[in-house]
């Protein structure tokens, strides 16, 4: 692909930060700007797209040729091809074949009579001589519809033309023939509406080889009649001829440059003209946004270079053969696991705090004193269950004859019953322990998964170890049940014995109602039987008292709610709903009646099971108790009902002393376990496996096997750790060349506004293009260049005194005396000349200057020189309007 040589010299750049990303795996895209030709119909605009390419691809003619916009995306590659996204997979090498597809697919959408649609045209063309750029060719503007052209063709068009030249990143080739008027093209006035400061907006002049004889376009060329920021360039394309005589776009660029050399209204400005200008005043604002672009990356490489070095840290003097090494980090995972284990259990401070949940000692905290509890009080809750037994027992006892007294055999048999079911909930929370400690080890080892032998033997070994103490724990608490079965100590000072415990449940009465307002649990639940009208369902802040339970809208508990007493109410669980993860339960009455409002049960949720465990617990202490489970005993009610019906009063007062025997003797028991079982769990299984863990892990590690084998890493972390380190260097490289690319392109700054309020008031009378003396010299320059050097004199020390500063040089070459040393450069009119920087300059300045690197003196004069142009441009533009 021929012509474009400021792209050539940028693709070197833009690679480099591609392969640099690529390497990273990361995406990171410059989002080059997009490029946009904007013109009435047949001003030649394909023309100026395909030199900017450099291939011959784009259907030409006369009329409106161009009527669906082409997106035509550049994309660099090894190979030169081009593809359309409406024929996926086929690749066209020929670009005779590519023209001839954008006619076809034009016809197909629009018809063959010149007719439009704003359905666009996807061209992919690989090269490696392109940037990843977009080019949009766009129709031309036309006001008179032809063929089968809509009658509102010109809005539809300046639609069309909006929907690509509205963004930001769009880059405006305002193109206007210059056999036209300039000052009532559309082109440029398109790109006023969308672009008012005129940041993205470049003139281009074509057609300049066919104005008339005696006219040129020379002062709009240089931005002198009717201007633009950005200016003006002007170029010439092949004719309809050259296009069918294939005339090659090099021979073509050969002849536009020649066409300017010889021109005498343009030769002092050919420089400045000609296609390949244009593509380097666009190849430099590619190299401006690339330069906008780079700060924002170079922030991005550098957070994740901080983020990379903190996990590379450990990888940089890594050798994975070396045993010492190996060594070292078997003893620093050990240690670590050491102080994670302790600090998991005793929740003194860890790097890494679950937030999410209870975990480790906080967990097993409430095991203890929630869970435990709840299963304790989970085995006693059915009351006529116990007196029926209660009743048995003392006939039983009794046999044939008519008991007199109350039997002491009955209230033991009765104990020893509900002490021996104490071993399920006692057993089941050593369970729950271990299940609980196997969790903290898990997590504590993950830090070796770079070693998976090792972290698996490492469990292997803890668990071991905890399974065995979790036996000796077993059999402990089951000798602890059997010391209870042993001996009923009915001296123990809080028994209330036989004589107190007829007023046993007057006394418990007087309690219950004196503990009526004792707060127990507070927190969020949801409701979920509210009505459709009300959403269904939703959250409330619930406290839970010994008689009742109420909610509030919120926290501050000033909106209550509702009230509900605990009296006869029971719990149930409920399935969860179709769809929610809440875990559910419901408060009812087991006579039927309604519970709240209209329902019959109040359904609650809670968003984990272990706070519906813990609410739970806290219902047991308010005396709502679970539902019961057993079905069998609904065959058994009637008997029941019978045998509790038919007892003597004398029997019923037996009972109920046996009763309040048996509950005053069960909570001495049930206060003693509750107080032992955490105490003998934390002794046998969780303070040994510290002990174990500390002490003897590493010599189990060691008698193990082969710590070599047991320290190889796993093929996942060795690639995570190839990985981590190239992306650590391409990182650095990225930093590297982002360094280099900020030095080696050069950013142009912004030209200044300018007025082009012509633009907008659209000039009633259409002057000229260009007045008539291509060649010859401006009158009013010499006088206006006196006037400005006399104003801009400085005063001279020394009898220099009224003296008028030397006239500027009127044309380049001329030479202006330096200012005299130690006086500043004049701050008035026009600035001073260019500092000379040869060596042996004859001022201060100039000696300064020699002292600068060559670039800051380039920049420097190049700064001076545009204030200079600046300032003599604008003293010209009016004192050429007063001469008009």
Not at 125 to 148: A, F, H
Not at 323 to 347: C, H, N, V, W, Y
Not at 640 to 652: F, G, R, V, Y
Not at 858 to 868: L, P, R
Request: with cysteine.
């Amino acid at each position: 692909m021929a012509g474009n040589y400021g792209m050539q010299q940028l693709i070197p750049i833009v690679n480099k930060l591609q392969d640099a990303f690529v390497q990273m795996g990361v995406h990171m895209s410059l989002d080059l700007p997009q490029i946009a030709v904007l013109g009435s119909q047949s001003a030649g605009k394909s023309s100026v797209l395909e030199n900017f390419v450099g291939r011959d691809f784009l259907p030409r003619g006369s009329g409106i040729v161009t009527r669906r916009p082409l997106i035509l995306q550049l994309i660099n590659g090894q190979a030169e091809y081009a593809e359309f996204l409406h024929c996926k997979g086929k690749k066209f090498v020929d670009f005779n074949e590519v023209r001839q597809e954008i006619e076809a697919e034009t016809d197909r959408i629009t018809g063959s009579n010149k007719g439009i649609s704003p359905v666009p045209i996807n061209l992919r063309v690989y090269s490696p001589n392109v940037l990843n750029l977009t080019l949009i060719d766009l129709p031309g503007l036309t006001k008179v519809p032809i063929g089968d052209q809509p009658v509102d063709i010109e809005q539809q068009i300046k639609a069309m033309i909006f929907q690509f030249i509205r963004r930001e990143s769009c880059l405006i080739l305002a193109v206007t023939p210059a056999n036209t008027d300039l000052a009532n093209s559309d082109a440029l006035k398109l790109a006023k509406e969308v672009d008012p400061q005129g940041l993205r907006t470049i003139g281009v002049i074509t057609k300049l080889d066919l104005m008339d004889e005696g006219t040129d376009a020379r002062d709009v060329l240089e931005n002198k009649l009717l201007p633009l920021r950005r200016g003006y360039i002007g170029v010439v394309n092949r004719s309809q001829k050259d296009i069918e005589g294939r005339k090659d776009i090099s021979a073509a660029l050969a002849a536009e440059r020649k066409f300017f050399l010889s021109h005498p209204s343009y030769r002092h400005i050919a420089d400045r003209l000609g296609t390949p200008y244009l593509q380097r005043v666009l190849n430099q604002q590619l190299t401006n946004h690339i330069r906008d672009t780079l700060p924002g990356l170079r922030d991005k490489l550098q957070k994740q270079l901080l983020t990379l070095e903190k996990d590379v840290d450990q990888y940089k003097h890594f050798r994975p053969d070396d045993p010492s090494i190996k060594t070292k980090a078997m003893l620093q995972m050990i240690q670590t696991l050491q102080t994670d284990f302790e600090r998991t259990i005793e929740g003194s401070g860890s790097a890494q705090i679950n937030t999410n949940e209870l975990s480790g000692g906080a967990k097993i905290n409430r095991l203890f004193h929630e869970r435990f509890p709840f299963e304790i009080v989970k085995m006693e809750f059915d009351e006529k269950e116990l007196r029926r037994e209660i009743a048995f027992a003392i006939r039983n006892i009794h046999g044939i004859r008519v008991g007199l007294f109350t039997p002491d055999m009955a209230f033991e048999a009765i104990v020893k019953k509900q002490i021996a079911r104490l071993k399920e909930p006692c057993l089941k929370c050593v369970d729950l322990v271990v299940q609980e400690l196997s969790n903290v080890v898990r997590v504590c080892t993950e830090r070796m998964s770079r070693y998976p032998r090792l972290r698996e033997e490492t469990e292997r070994i803890i668990m071991s170890h905890v399974r065995s103490r979790e036996q000796q724990c077993k059999d402990q608490l089951v000798l602890l049940i059997d010391c209870e079965l042993a001996y009923m100590n009915t001296n123990h000072e809080d028994f209330i014995g036989f004589a107190n415990a007829q007023n046993q449940s007057e006394n418990a009465t007087k309690t219950r109602s004196a503990l009526g307002n004792q707060v127990i649990r507070k927190g969020f639940m949801c409701i979920h039987n509210l009505g459709i009208m009300k959403g269904g369902s939703r959250d409330y802040w619930f406290v839970l008292t010994s008689e009742s339970i109420s909610w509030f809208k919120d926290e501050e508990e000033r909106e209550k709610k509702y009230m509900l007493p605990l009296d006869g109410l029971k719990l149930r669980d409920l399935e969860q709903g179709f769809m929610s993860r809440r875990h559910m339960f419901a408060l009812f009455n087991p006579e039927g009646r309604n519970v709240y409002k209209d329902y019959k049960q109040l359904e609650l949720s809670c968003e984990n099971q272990d706070d519906v465990d813990s609410w739970k617990a806290s219902f047991l202490r308010a005396g709502v108790y679970p539902e019961k489970t057993s079905e069998a005993s609904n065959g058994d009610e009637s008997s029941d009902n019978s045998a509790t019906s038919s007892m003597d009063p004398q029997l019923e007062r037996q009972v109920e002393t046996i009763r309040n025997l048996v509950d005053s003797y069960m909570r001495i028991v049930t206060k003693t376990t509750r107080d032992l079982v955490p105490k003998t769990i934390m002794m046998l299984i969780i303070n040994n496996a510290k002990d174990f863990i500390n002490g003897e892990l590493l010599a189990h590690l060691y008698a193990s096997g082969d710590q070599s084998q047991m320290m190889e890493e796993s093929p996942e972390e060795a690639q995570k750790r190839e990985e981590m380190l190239r992306m650590y260097h391409a990182c650095k490289e990225a930093l590297h060349i982002i360094g280099d690319v900020s030095m080696a392109t050069v950013s142009t700054p912004v030209p200044p506004p300018v007025k082009n309020d012509w633009l907008e008031s659209r000039l009633d009378s259409n002057p000229r293009l260009s007045p008539p003396s291509p060649g010859g010299p401006r009158r009013a320059a010499p006088a206006q260049q006196a006037s400005l050097g006399q104003r801009g004199a400085p005063p001279v020390p020394g009898g220099g005194a009224g003296r008028p500063a030397p006239p500027l040089p009127s044309r380049p070459g001329g030479a202006a005396p330096p200012p005299p040393a130690g006086r500043p450069n004049p701050a008035q009119g026009l600035p001073a000349p260019l500092i000379p920087t040869r060596p042996g300059g004859g001022s201060a300045a100039a000696a300064a200057m020699n002292q600068l690197p060559p670039h800051m003196r380039q920049q420097i004069n190049q700064a001076v020189g545009q204030a200079v142009t600046n300032a003599a441009m604008n003293e010209l533009s009016s004192a050429f309007a007063r001469f008009k």
